[in-house]
């Protein structure tokens, strides 16, 4: 089986890649499909707001929290936040410059939760579900749900890959179903990164079979939703 049917072997090349980004000084640059514009502003601050309604006084699980990009908006209105992240780096950064006393870091895989103990009556996942290839939807939410108390909220966003298209870095590879993103690094080197993007039918499609008063917001920018997990 080569690499490109692999899915270790994917997810190998993904943890490189978001390893390697800040290392080089790559992250935060200015990207071309998220440009800071007032509108941009705009529509991120209302996906904060809605955000924040879902996570406040609750026991908050955070999947792939990077560098913690968004676990500063949570930290502040939630009773507790326990933020995981595979990748060492991003993880001591956060740990680093985002002390909260009601946040915990915890390096771990999101494709695979067991370490965690406990259970969270919210689960929340920011620019991560977009990069899960779609062979993979089931053993993550799996995962992730059943770390999370029945009647859970669940709140999850990523950016609007749509907006990509303009540098013509969006690709299909023949025979698989995920659409992928050529990323290139300042040190010259090249990934291939899942890069699925969804409106408010596909959502639905996916998490209607697991959850309740599903809550879809697709913008220009970014798409965010809300969903409640079963009681039984």
């Known amino acids: 089986m080569s690499d490109r049917f692999d899915l270790d072997a994917l997810n190998r090349t993904t943890i490189?890649?978001?390893?390697?980004?800040?290392?080089?000084?790559d992250k935060g640059r200015p990207q071309p499909w998220r440009p800071p514009t007032p509108e941009w502003e705009e529509e991120d601050a209302v996906m904060i707001?809605?955000?924040q309604s879902a996570m406040k006084g609750r026991r908050v699980l955070e999947v792939a929290c990077g560098s913690?990009?968004?676990?500063?908006?949570?930290?502040?209105?939630?009773?507790?936040?326990?933020?995981?992240?595979?990748?060492?780096?991003?993880l001591e950064w956060a740990r680093t410059n985002l002390?909260?006393?009601?946040?915990?870091?915890?390096?771990c895989d999101a494709f695979?939760?067991?370490?965690?103990?406990?259970?969270?009556?919210?689960?929340f996942v920011g620019g991560f579900f977009h990069i899960?290839?779609?062979?993979?939807?089931?053993?993550?939410l799996s995962s992730f749900h059943e770390k999370l108390s029945p009647g859970s909220v669940v709140f999850m966003y990523s950016s609007s890959g749509d907006l990509t298209k303009v540098d013509k870095r969006l690709f299909r590879k023949k025979g698989l179903v995920d659409r992928y993103c050529r990323r290139e690094l300042s040190d010259g080197s090249v990934y291939e990164i899942v890069d699925n993007d969804f409106d408010e039918q596909k959502l639905k499609s996916i998490f209607?079979?697991?959850a309740e008063n599903i809550d879809v917001h697709v913008g220009r920018y970014m798409w965010w939703m809300r969903y409640v997990l079963p009681c039984h």
Request: aromatic share 14%.
């Open 16 to 25: 490189e890649y978001y390893h390697k980004r800040p290392i080089l000084g």
């Open 49 to 51: 707001k809605a955000l």
């Open 68 to 90: 913690g990009q968004r676990t500063r908006f949570v930290a502040p209105v939630a009773e507790y936040v326990l933020a995981t992240e595979i990748d060492h780096g991003n």
């Open 99 to 107: 002390q909260f006393d009601n946040v915990e870091y915890l390096q």
């Open 112 to 123: 695979d939760l067991a370490p965690i103990n406990g259970k969270f009556d919210v689960g």
């Open 132 to 140: 899960v290839p779609q062979a993979r939807y089931d053993a993550f």
């Open 208 to 210: 209607e079979p697991r």
